[in-house]
């Protein structure tokens, strides 16, 4: 990747073009049923009325069919939102194949569709491209996937970028959000939670791995202010705050009123690693340096989003004798 590519700035709205991007636009939405695209998803309905918004799930578009994907070039389409991916990383390690069709041949399919359609791509981008060797992780660390995933995923956005494509790369934190849909470590542990309690288990053992639970209703509305203010380039972005999953999982149990239901205790993180098909690093926190530079970073401590998750109805759902706030 050359410094170029990532050098491109964000050209504010009062410094040339004026107005919003997005007001009136049409929005293909990849990946539309996953815990990023519904929010974003969400986002624009509520923040853009006006924005026309196709949304497709992958039994609607698997953007690994390049067919598929170019007969949606009569669309016209301004932004192509890229959510669609193989998230699960250990999957990805025994799925190779699929991981890399859906990964890399999906998004050069799409990115097909953009230059046929003169569409800008947003690409979410993971954390896990990097190693975590470096103390804070900024828009110039080079990436070090260690995992079948990340590898696929980082070769995706050097498409991307290499491609005449106006585009816009946001690497993420890991992230919660989408209710029924969070697959991430929120989201399992509090199905997992509610099975314990359920059944009486009193214990549960967690890792310190540290990362920036970001919500992603949060990462949505930031992401699409970048677009709608005409920002290219790469761009971190990541909750306020950094925490181990054993701290996460404590907080989540008592935002839950559960702490006399359940204790959280250390785990061994030999054997979480152990546990674990593809490799993740200990500790990977990104910096937000740029975004708060520019006066566009909105994102929450991630004590106060995970405050507002636990607290909607499905998890009230989840857990319906729990004491709520």
Known sequence: MTNAML???????ERKH?????????????????????????????????????????????VTRRDTVLALRSQDFNFIIH???????????????????????????????????????????TFLIFDGSDNEIDENTTPNPLSVYAKYKLEAERQILASQVESTVVRMAGFFGGDERD????????????????????????????????????????????LDQGCDGVWNMASDG???????ARECVRL?????????????????????????????VLSNARLRKHGLYFQRHWQEALAEYLNRPWFRSLFPHAPFQ
């Open 183 to 226: 697959k991430n470590f929120v989201g399992k542990f509090t199905r997992h939670l509610a099975s314990m309690i359920k059944d009486g288990t009193n214990t549960y053992a967690v890792g310190n791995r540290i990362w920036q639970p970001t919500y992603t209703v949060d990462l949505a509305r930031n992401s699409l202010l970048l």
């Open 18 to 62: 004026g107005g919003s991007r997005l007001r009136g636009a049409k929005v293909l939405i990849t990946g539309a049923e996953g815990m990023l695209g519904y929010a974003c998803r969400a986002v624009l309905a509520n923040d853009y009325p006006t924005t026309s918004v196709h949304a497709y799930g992958r039994q609607f578009l698997d």
């Open 256 to 284: 839950l009123r559960l702490e006399d239901r359940i204790r959280i205790v250390p785990a061994q993180q030999q054997q979480i690693n152990n546990e674990d098909v593809a490799v993740r690093p200990e500790r990977a």
């Open 7 to 13: 050098a491109r700035n964000c050209i504010l709205p």
């Open 83 to 125: 959510c669609a991916a193989v998230t699960n990383a250990d999957d990805c390690e025994v799925f190779q194949d699929y991981c890399y069709e859906t990964q890399v041949q999906g998004t050069r399919n799409l990115l097909e569709l953009a230059v046929a359609s003169r569409a800008k791509v947003f690409y979410p981008q």
């Open 242 to 248: 950094e925490v181990s999953f054993f701290n996460i």
